[in-house]
């Protein structure tokens, strides 16, 4: 089992700039491939960002590629998603996920591949 937990997030202006964070315990973070998924009010949730266990792969939706990074620090348990150049389209409950990994180099997209997960924490950008 590990435990999930999303900060950063907040109400900002379109253009402006907010890093979130997961921080995880209960088990070795090394083990797991983290992602980071969002969820609009009457929209299914989506896929955002993922990283491998090795940090060497990243994954990005096309409507976030150039403007979000992710990155991880394995000493600190914890996983950011550092979103630039935020949008109106971008406000939603931002949720971070986490899969036990075999293979250190694989990034999982899909929902159903993550068991685990965060309460969300909300990102509200106006336009």
């Known amino acids: 089992q590990v435990q999930l937990v999303e900060s950063g997030g907040g109400l900002v202006q379109a253009g402006a700039s907010l890093r979130l964070s997961c921080a995880a315990s209960?088990?070795?973070?090394?083990?797991?491939?983290m992602g980071w998924f969002r969820q609009a009010p009457g929209k299914e949730r989506e896929f955002v960002s993922g990283?491998?266990?090795?940090?060497?792969?990243?994954d990005f939706a096309n409507s976030v590629k150039g403007r979000f990074t992710i990155s991880r620090d394995n000493a600190k348990n914890t996983v950011f998603l550092q979103m630039d150049s935020l949008k109106p389209e971008d406000t939603a409950v931002y949720y971070c996920?986490?899969?036990?990994?075999?293979?250190?180099?694989?990034?999982?997209?899909?929902?159903?591949?993550?068991?685990?997960w965060g309460q969300g924490t909300q990102v509200t950008v106006s336009s």
């Open positions: 996920a986490a899969r036990v990994g075999a293979n250190p180099a694989y990034v999982a997209a899909k929902e159903s591949e993550y068991p685990y």
């Open positions: 990283i491998s266990r090795n940090s060497v792969i990243t």
């Open positions: 209960g088990r070795t973070f090394i083990n797991f491939a």
